[in-house]
């Protein structure tokens, strides 16, 4: 994700600076035109904004607060965090990060590997407006702009909620879809029905077509974020004082999936555990 994000912005015309730890994922990017560092500190220290798409929150938390990290900087003025983190971490960045003037966006951001590519996503910002206005036409490349709140942690609320409703489609989608296939229906038709009707959703609509049923199921997010995700959404949940019957048994569904698919699977094989409790399979291997 931050690989494609970031060669939409050299394709707009900016001059990035930028930093991995892998030099394979630099590649592609140094090619383009980005000039790369050694560190983070020396990503802030030559630029005033800085981006950051990171796996976990431990992670960003380092990257922003830990040794050679973006507070080390000398030049940083904003720090936008487009991971996916959860409200508590971001609170708790933010905070490390006022104490030397860097002001922290929050900035998750929605729709896969093909919005980053095609600068579609959906992102969920949250600032104050002064920094809103001087981060915007930066992240318009980027796809859709929400500006969701003024605190740090809206921005990550709003998405956690969007990925608890994503997990939770594509779960009750594997149920329902293994369960026609089981009573011998045939899949592609459960789906063009249950999308002519009431009961569709973005699993029926398009991941189970274009995922499962073909059996490639490579979407390109990995199903041990996703249970990261709802995790931390039933976390802040909890935190809130809201009940999240539903969310809870998605939460289930995701852990055991991952356990048995492996943290790296695509989020759409969380329909394989269903299958196999079933006896089916859903598509077809050719």
Same mark, same amino acid.
């Given at each position: ?168 489609? %594509?779960?009750? #989608? @594997?149920?329902?879809?293994? /369960?026609?296939?089981? !009573?011998?229906?045939?899949?592609? +038709?459960?789906? *063009? ?50 009940? %999240?019957?539903? #969310? @809870?048994?998605?939460?289930? /569904?995701?852990?055991? !999936?991952?356990?048995?698919?492996? +943290?790296?699977? *695509? ?20």
């Amino acid at each position: 994700m931050g690989g494609l994000m970031a060669r939409r912005l050299i394709d707009a015309g900016y001059k990035l600076t930028i930093y991995d730890p892998s030099e394979a994922a630099m590649k592609p990017l140094v090619e383009a035109g980005a000039h790369p560092a050694h560190s983070a500190a020396d990503v802030a220290s030559a630029a005033e904004i800085v981006l950051a798409s990171l796996p976990t929150p431990p992670i960003v938390q380092a990257v922003a607060l830990g040794p050679a990290g973006i507070i080390e900087g000398t030049r940083v003025k904003i720090f936008i965090d487009t991971s996916t983190t959860g409200a508590s971490y971001e609170k708790r960045v933010a905070h490390g990060l006022a104490a030397k003037n860097i002001v922290e966006v929050d900035a998750p951001v929605s729709g896969g590997l093909k919005g980053a590519r095609m600068g579609t996503l959906a992102v969920m910002v949250s600032c104050g407006d002064e920094t809103f206005a001087r981060v915007k036409p930066v992240l318009a490349h980027l796809g859709k702009l929400f500006h969701v709140g003024k605190e740090p942690g809206q921005g990550q609320t709003m998405k956690l909620l969007n990925n608890l409703l994503s997990a939770t489609a %594509m779960a009750i #989608g @594997s149920e329902a879809v293994v /369960m026609g296939v089981k !009573a011998g229906l045939d899949p592609r +038709q459960v789906v *063009d029905c249950i999308n002519a009707g009431t009961g569709k959703n973005s699993a029926t609509e398009d991941k189970i077509p274009r995922y499962v049923i073909p059996r490639t199921f490579n979407l390109g997010f990995a199903i041990g974020l996703l249970n990261k995700d709802v995790r931390l959404c039933m976390e802040e949940a909890d935190l809130l004082g809201v009940p %999240m019957v539903v #969310g @809870s048994a998605v939460r289930q /569904m995701l852990a055991i !999936a991952t356990a048995s698919e492996g +943290q790296e699977a *695509d989020m759409t094989e969380m329909i394989k555990p269903v299958e196999r409790w079933a006896g089916v399979e859903v598509g077809s291997k050719t």
